[in-house]
């Protein structure tokens, strides 16, 4: 099919008398195209059929306001099409909502989004803390994350429960299994370490006194996220999205020590080992020539609280021979006891 234009210029090359094969040569057609055209009339019909014309918008209701609905928008985005629909018509307007509404949403003003600006972070200067629930077939466990904003050398344990004794005593283990201290933990806005954040409000971060505590005796700043801005602590959100899909998911336990087993060699084998897609390292290698060198030295001891204890085991007592619960593990478990009998 040929536009409407190959076809004039074909017809007024006609009228200077140009024969048909130098018509069909210029115009990069096919000689027997240009002799149907003219032997069966279509030719003059196609031209002489006058251009479709597009009528002119039926003029709305709604035009005359339409200024008006601009310039609120202009000054107040967030008005919304109910508060205009009540303002148009008190001042004249006689149309439905609906089509103020659709003119509504074509025209706010829709802010920017805020950019997400990547930072990175010095060796040994900050980790980043956060806690993931984990629904399991004996219970709710919930993950505890660490991971190091340099290397991104990542720790991973799993708790019975979400308290600040908990935090505590899992950021002990994550500090022995790195060797060293990051100079400052970003938290979320966690009740087990900040007790109210009045930043907001130009107020001050207040942390919990007891966590604060144990804060100094580690050698560790309080960091945390502003409120409703935890992309700021990107580099552990996206471990946790990665746990459940690398580890978690499609995986099998036998039971809280299983789960433990798992994790460690996980961790081990294939988090801590491979090619970062930020970095293009792999954390292991960037912790242990750039990081873990310059983290600060472990605590003499273990933080003591005077004020949260250890949940106690309450021991029935009995006549009978006393049960010793045995918990299950992984074959794989064994397999790697008995490797290290061999060697």
């Known amino acids: 099919m040929y536009s409407r234009d190959t076809l004039?210029?074909?017809?007024?090359?006609?009228?200077?008398?140009?024969?048909k094969r130098a018509i069909a040569k210029q115009l990069g057609i096919s000689p027997r195209t240009v002799h149907h055209w003219i032997a069966t009339g279509q030719l003059t019909r196609v031209i002489e059929t006058p251009v479709p014309r597009t009528s002119a918008p039926r003029p709305q209701r709604l035009d005359p306001f339409k200024p008006l609905i601009l310039e609120r928008l202009e000054t107040y985005p967030a008005l919304t099409a109910e508060r205009l629909f009540a303002e148009c018509r008190a001042a004249g307007y006689v149309g439905g909502v609906t089509r103020l509404r659709d003119y509504v949403a074509s025209v706010r003003p829709r802010p920017e989004p805020e950019p997400i600006i990547r930072f990175e972070t010095a060796p040994g200067l900050?980790?980043?803390?956060?806690?993931?629930?984990?629904?399991?077939?004996?219970?709710?466990?919930?993950?505890?994350?660490?991971?190091?904003?340099?290397?991104?050398?990542?720790?991973?344990?799993?708790?019975?429960?979400?308290?600040?004794l908990t935090v505590m005593q899992s950021l002990e283990r994550a500090f022995a299994d790195f060797g060293g201290v990051p100079q400052?933990?970003?938290?979320?806005?966690?009740?087990?370490?900040?007790?109210?954040?009045?930043r907001?409000?130009?107020?001050?971060?207040?942390?919990?006194?007891?966590f604060g505590r144990f804060a100094a005796?580690?050698?560790?700043?309080?960091?945390?996220?502003?409120?409703?801005?935890?992309?700021?602590?990107?580099?552990?959100?996206?471990?946790?999205?990665?746990?459940?899909?690398?580890?978690?998911?499609?995986?099998?336990?036998?039971?809280?020590?299983?789960?433990?087993?798992?994790?460690?060699?996980?961790?081990?084998?294939?988090?801590?080992v491979r090619i970062h897609g930020t970095t293009g390292e792999r954390p292991v290698d960037r912790f242990l020539r750039d990081e873990q060198p310059v983290l600060?030295?472990?605590?003499?001891?273990?933080?003591?609280?005077?004020?949260?204890m250890p949940p106690r085991i309450e021991v029935a007592a009995t006549r009978s021979v006393p049960q010793v619960a045995v918990e299950r593990r992984a074959l794989t478990h064994y397999g790697a006891l008995v490797a290290e009998e061999a060697s």
Do not use: M
Not at 8 to 19: A, I, K, P, S, T
Not at 135 to 157: D, H, M, T
Not at 204 to 210: H, I, S, T
Not at 234 to 247: A, D, I, N, Q, T
């Open 200 to 210: 907001p409000g130009g107020g001050k971060l207040l942390e919990n006194a007891e």
């Open 217 to 272: 005796h580690w050698g560790f700043r309080i960091r945390a996220c502003r409120p409703y801005r935890a992309q700021t602590k990107g580099k552990v959100e996206r471990p946790v999205g990665y746990l459940r899909s690398s580890f978690l998911y499609g995986r099998e336990f036998l039971g809280d020590a299983d789960l433990a087993d798992q994790c460690a060699r996980w961790l081990r084998e294939v988090a801590n």
């Open 8 to 19: 004039v210029l074909l017809q007024h090359l006609l009228e200077q008398g140009l024969g």
């Open 126 to 164: 900050q980790a980043q803390f956060d806690f993931a629930e984990v629904r399991l077939p004996w219970g709710k466990r919930y993950a505890v994350l660490v991971v190091l904003g340099f290397s991104r050398q990542l720790y991973v344990e799993f708790v019975p429960r979400q308290t600040a």
């Open 184 to 198: 400052e933990i970003l938290f979320d806005q966690l009740k087990a370490v900040i007790v109210e954040d009045q």
């Open 296 to 308: 600060q030295p472990l605590a003499a001891r273990p933080y003591r609280s005077l004020v949260l």
